[in-house]
């Protein structure tokens, strides 16, 4: 199916696709006007520097003045203010749901990883938002998806990230999360780092990560949202067009405003009930090991971990200056 060439590619792929904004900017959201936003510590920590956002900075610093919080405790206070007032002034913009990280340093701690998420949806409805407009994002190590499947029954949705393999998928389809994000770039970086090929298209590995993943989910039942994420082109973007959501730069976002040529639908459920993949049968043991035989996906998920991690030390860091 596709459809004609009236509108932007843009609006096009709104009509397959529900489109998320993967960006801290509110002028983009005004601008693009997506269903949903997606937020990381690397994207905060950009926008609370830039003049137009560190009002929010300020402001979580100056809500902390009479605290009885000190050191650490008061600087992990402060940042999990930063991310939700980021969180409830882009909800103001949108009409649907925003992804919020959790610390990534808590990335193999299943029972901090509960109690952050909880701290953080708790700050949310203290500030009149509701649980369901808010996804908790958490890395997808075998215990950041136990505890998203913990929390998943408590009613807070989690989307899981960091994912680069089928195996992680799969428990994460198990665990009955809410929503998967697959890094489709950054598998095409490794792969493009490794073999010196420009994949193109169909061709492009994780653009091919997504299509088993979304054929998996839908030939076997699964609820879990697929969110193809962290792209590098538009081409990428196009050949997921049908993909239950996509979270697209800003940048991407302007090429796809910019040009109305066809988009054409490539991902669809009914065709996924059709495909020959077989039910993976995953324990612990199966997940690490078939983990470990990736090296792609083993070396992204530390990668991103790291520096997520280092992004939210920056960000305690510039908390820390502000507070002396």
């Not at 929010?56 to 650490?72: C, I, M, P, R």
């Amino acid at each position: 199916m596709t459809v004609a060439a009236t509108v932007s590619q843009l609006e096009q792929l709104k009509q397959y696709t529900t489109v998320v904004a993967d960006t801290g900017d509110f002028q983009a959201m005004r601008e693009y006007e997506p269903q949903d936003a997606t937020t990381n510590p690397s994207l905060i920590l950009k926008a609370a520097t830039q003049d137009d956002y560190k009002h929010l900075l300020d402001k979580a610093v100056q809500d902390h003045s009479g605290s009885s919080l000190a050191g650490s405790a008061l600087v992990d206070s402060i940042v999990d203010r930063v991310l939700i007032s980021f969180g409830c002034e882009i909800l103001e913009l949108l009409p649907g749901r925003v992804s919020t990280e959790t610390d990534a340093r808590l990335s193999f701690d299943v029972q901090s990883t509960i109690a952050k998420a909880r701290q953080l949806i708790a700050l949310y409805e203290k500030g009149g938002i509701s649980r369901d407009r808010i996804l908790i994002k958490i890395a997808s190590t075998w215990e950041g998806i136990r505890a998203a499947e913990t929390l998943q029954k408590e009613g807070i949705r989690c989307n899981l990230t960091l994912l680069f393999s089928f195996p992680q998928a799969v428990a994460c389809a198990e665990a009955r999360v809410q929503l998967i994000s697959p890094f489709v770039g950054r598998i095409y970086d490794w792969y493009k780092s490794e073999t010196g090929h420009d994949y193109q298209g169909a061709d492009d590995p994780g653009v091919q990560s997504v299509y088993t993943i979304y054929n998996y989910y839908k030939k076997f039942g699964y609820q879990t949202e697929v969110m193809g994420a962290s792209f590098r082109n538009i081409g990428q973007i196009l050949e997921l067009a049908g993909c239950d959501l996509l979270t697209i730069s800003p940048s991407l976002l302007e090429e796809l405003q910019q040009s109305t040529a066809k988009v054409a639908r490539k991902l669809e459920p009914g065709a996924a009930k059709n495909s020959d993949l077989e039910r993976l049968e995953l324990d612990e043991k199966t997940f690490r090991y078939l983990l470990n035989q990736d090296p792609m996906a083993t070396e992204k998920t530390a990668e991103g971990i790291r520096n997520f991690a280092a992004d939210i030390v920056k960000l305690e860091g510039l908390v820390q200056s502000m507070l002396r």
